[in-house]
């Protein structure tokens, strides 16, 4: 039986709908909101606003769930690898034998960036952002293939695409920033090991390629792969309800996710503990800015729209970040001053009543740096994981015969009607 809210406004009452969720989630149907009242909603930033129903990531801030189509993160990460895992979070079911196999002949297939793109690198400043670039790269994609998505058959062929050429990317961008020649992938490699290979080969010194150390990357990668509405997702979905190509609606998710509040972290993380380390900041000296107001300064790492406990995702990377440092033999102070960090603020009172607790980003660049991957790709990093809930969402979004163009409303607050009077006639001097 439906269910409705009673909003009562100036003498007026009405009843808006109750939309529930699969966990007990539910929404309130503002649509009518408007029309019957002329009001709109106020919410800053989203927080209480829900812009879609979707059925690809769950969370439950409270209790630090996280479940990719109803399978639980640390299901996944033990057990999954990102390429399964992204077939999942992009198709709603775990691949079988026959559909793994195919996914990653044509992730083989597709895995070359065309060669007139890779002219594009070529003209960026040598010290431009990886982030900058690969957005670039991303929307360039569009450029050289332009086919529209008509059938499945089409969206898989795309989906293939990018996940592949993402890493290729990736890699490109980073070989060229340090004047080397670019290392091709290779089809007996898997996914990550193909990464990996294709960042660090060099003729000079072949790459060795380590188990844990493509496990510790898939396991990276999957925990990126989804995480409902953040902001770069919302981004994707609003510049793909006006019906923009998959290639520049990624490209915005990518531009988003560099920001320091949300992709850019990972980065912002290892600058904080570098200071520490290296200027002598001490960890009460950082957690004192963190919480002085007139500092705009805050714990990175730290803090979550939606978790209100302990990042799940966090979890399972601080676990990966030791075990990868330990297979490596690889001392980080930067591990010790992060681990000083957590202990001093998870018992602190202003971090306990402000719910805040590290989130993913808190020890995925110490885990990223030992790997030998540059802090500047960190957030590159991210995205690679992230492009599968992207794609996803993307299409979930395009799909959806509720979704419409996205166009928030507003509360004007900027000068009332007033009449346009000639320069001279306001006194001041002419052009
Ligand atoms: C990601 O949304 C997602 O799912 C994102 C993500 C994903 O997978 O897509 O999980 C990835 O972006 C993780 C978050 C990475 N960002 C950081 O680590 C940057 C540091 N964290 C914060 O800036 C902050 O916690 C946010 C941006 C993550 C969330 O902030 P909100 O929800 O907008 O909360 P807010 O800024 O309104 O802060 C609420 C209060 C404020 O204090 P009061 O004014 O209420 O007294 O908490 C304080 C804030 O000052 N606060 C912090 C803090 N985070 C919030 N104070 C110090 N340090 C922090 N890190």
Known sequence: ???????????????????????????????????????????????????????????????????YRGYDIEELAENSSFVETAYLVINGELPGREELNRTSVLLNDHSLVHEDMQNFYQNFPRASH???ILSAMVNALRSFYPELITSD???????????????????????????????????????CANFLNMMFNTPVKPYILRKEIVRALNVFW???????????????????????????????????????????????????????????????????????????FRLMGFGHRVYKTYDPRAKIMKK????????????????????????????????????????????????????????NMFTVMFAIGRLPGWIAQWRENTQDPEQRLTRPRQVYSGCPRRPYVPIDGRGEGTW
């Open 1 to 67: 039986m439906e269910k409705f809210a009673t909003l009562t406004i100036g003498g007026q009452t009405m009843e808006l709908p109750i939309v529930e969720g699969v966990e007990g989630d539910s929404a309130i149907d503002i649509r009518m909101l408007r029309q019957k009242t002329g009001f709109v909603t106020y919410d800053p930033g989203y927080g209480n606003t829900g812009s879609c129903k979707s059925t690809i990531a769950y969370m439950d801030g409270e209790k630090g769930i996280l479940r």
């Open 130 to 132: 990886p982030m900058g």
């Open 153 to 191: 058959k089409d969206f898989e062929e795309v989906y293939v695409r990018l996940i592949s050429k993402i890493r290729t990317m990736a890699s490109i961008s980073y070989k060229i920033s340090r004047g080397h020649k670019v290392e091709y992938p290779r089809p007996d490699y898997t996914y």
């Open 222 to 296: 999957i925990l990126h792969a989804d995480h409902e509405q953040n902001c770069s997702t919302a981004v994707v979905r609003a510049v793909g309800s006006a019906r923009t190509n998959i290639y520049a609606s990624i490209s915005a998710g990518i531009s988003a996710l560099w920001g320091d509040l949300h992709g850019g972290a990972n980065q912002a993380v290892i600058q904080m503990l570098s200071d520490i380390h290296e200027k002598g900041a001490s960890v009460e000296d950082i957690i004192r800015r963190a919480k002085d107001k007139s500092d705009p």
């Open 320 to 375: 990966n970040c030791h075990e990868v440092l330990a297979r490596l033999k690889y001392k980080d102070p930067l591990l010790d001053i992060a681990l000083k960090l957590e202990e001093v603020a998870v018992s602190d009172p202003y971090f306990v009543d402000h719910n805040l607790y590290p989130n993913v980003d808190f020890y995925s660049g110490i885990m990223l740096r030992a790997m030998g991957i540059p802090t």
